[in-house]
């Protein structure tokens, strides 16, 4: 199965180029043992099938276990995505509304100190256009409090209300969004997007590792740096030891936590554990949206609503809806090339710990893939800035190479 519509007649890509793009994808290992592959998985789906294409590499190098198709690996930001759909759900079960005041359903005022007449929404922050920065930060511990964390002025920009705001990717938005959500549905957030997302869609994930049994736990991916170092998700990072982040002076314990008060300790801006088969079963229920009732008319409408704008001088996020970006769009001057191929997708990027990942479709030929690849040199930031790394792109061309010479 080929991902993108092509000519009959396109020359295959020559042997050299597929060898080229590995050394552009392991150049960067100069300082990390050079006979060790990356964790790296590669899944292709259409409407009705799922084709693992490349798995390779070892989800834990310490015990010397490979990696497999499903196992289940921090996706960093595609996490947002999650968010929005299980936002929407809500929606649909007529919960909240996009457009309504977030106050009325914290019981508490959250504006901007710059505006504080302008109400923030749900829309506003899927589509960070609220004005929020991650100037404070973004990880609001257990024993923290995510309202004061809102209070402080240097959390917004004094640019432009909430809502005329330009486009500023700010993960602060995300245990904001998430916060609303328990306030609705009394459910702490990953207990409800397991039971929204998850369940509906007949795919394993968690977030944090809360939710997850000992097979999943077992089969983890451990993120490693370029240098070889750990960054996360080594037996350290799983139970039966705390998994959330907590405050000093805080014990790691959920049983007094009360939903709607600050969801941060489950990481929605990036802590879904998920495999990249389940999350290629998840990028199919996108692609049949017309067909099935995960969403609502409206919500599919308001999910791939691309009016919102790019910030000034902002090169990767030119076209982002409620929680979901679409690249390579015809006519528009972005640096968003992943595939390079004509082809406009839909999706979310993610990046963290020396991994990058990404889900795209194409709504039009109903294919995508999602991928993830680890040892990539990080960002002075642990979660993505926008912007694909050349290992990405190599990766990309790698597969477009292997599905060509095996149709």
């Known amino acids: 199965m080929a991902l993108d519509s092509r000519p009959d007649n396109k020359p295959i890509l020559p042997m050299a180029f597929l060898l080229a793009a590995w050394v552009i994808l392991f150049s960067g290992h100069a300082a990390a043992d050079q006979a060790v592959v990356p964790a790296t998985v590669v899944v292709v789906f259409d409407r009705d099938t799922i084709s693992p294409v490349i798995v390779e590499g070892?989800?834990?190098?310490?015990?010397?276990?490979?990696?497999?198709?499903?196992?289940?690996?921090?996706?960093?930001?595609?996490?947002?995505?999650?968010?929005?759909?299980?936002?929407?759900?809500?929606?649909?079960?007529?919960?909240?509304?996009?457009?309504?005041?977030?106050?009325?359903?914290?019981?508490?005022?959250?504006?901007?100190?710059?505006?504080?007449?302008?109400?923030?929404?749900?829309?506003?922050?899927?589509?960070?256009?609220?004005?929020?920065?991650?100037?404070?930060?973004?990880?609001?511990?257990?024993?923290?409090?995510?309202?004061?964390?809102?209070?402080?002025?240097?959390?917004?920009?004094?640019?432009?209300?909430?809502?005329?705001?330009?486009?500023?990717?700010?993960?602060?938005?995300?245990?904001?969004?998430?916060?609303?959500?328990?306030?609705?549905?009394?459910?702490?957030?990953?207990?409800?997007?397991?039971?929204?997302?998850?369940?509906?869609?007949?795919?394993?994930?968690?977030?944090?590792?809360?939710?997850?049994?000992?097979?999943?736990?077992?089969a983890a991916v451990v993120l490693y740096r370029d240098t070889g170092d750990i960054a996360r998700d080594d037996p350290g990072d799983l139970p039966p030891n705390c998994t959330i982040p907590v405050a000093e002076g805080s014990a790691c314990d959920l049983g007094d936590y009360v939903p709607g008060t600050n969801a941060s300790v489950f990481s929605p801006q990036g802590g879904v554990r998920v495999g990249m088969v389940d999350l290629a079963r998840l990028g199919q229920a996108l692609l049949n949206l017309e067909g099935n009732t995960f969403l609502s008319p409206a919500m599919r409408a308001a999910l791939l609503d691309e009016t919102i704008g790019k910030a000034p001088g902002e090169a990767f996020f030119c076209t982002y809806g409620l929680g979901i970006q679409r690249i390579e769009v015809p006519g528009r001057a972005c640096d968003d090339a992943l595939f390079a191929d004509g082809v406009s997708r839909w999706g979310h990027a993610g990046e963290a710990y020396g991994l990058r990942a990404g889900l795209w479709f194409d709504l039009v030929a109903g294919r995508g893939v999602a991928y993830f690849t680890t040892g990539v040199p990080d960002r002075v930031g642990p979660e993505d800035e926008g912007g694909f790394h050349p290992w990405e792109i190599a990766l990309m061309k790698r597969l477009e190479f292997l599905e060509t010479n095996l149709d």
Request: charged residues 20%.
């Open 58 to 218: 070892y989800g834990n190098r310490a015990t010397g276990r490979k990696v497999q198709a499903n196992d289940p690996v921090r996706i960093a930001s595609i996490s947002k995505l999650l968010m929005a759909l299980t936002t929407l759900r809500l929606v649909d079960e007529g919960r909240l509304a996009l457009h309504e005041d977030i106050s009325t359903y914290l019981g508490w005022p959250v504006r901007s100190p710059h505006f504080s007449n302008v109400p923030v929404t749900l829309a506003q922050l899927l589509s960070h256009r609220a004005g929020l920065s991650d100037a404070v930060g973004y990880v609001i511990p257990l024993g923290d409090s995510l309202r004061e964390r809102l209070d402080n002025s240097l959390a917004w920009s004094s640019e432009a209300p909430p809502g005329a705001a330009p486009f500023e990717y700010a993960n602060l938005g995300a245990p904001v969004i998430a916060t609303v959500l328990e306030a609705v549905t009394g459910e702490a957030y990953y207990q409800l997007m397991q039971r929204t997302l998850f369940d509906s869609l007949n795919i394993e994930a968690c977030l944090n590792w809360l939710g997850c049994d000992e097979k999943q736990q077992a």
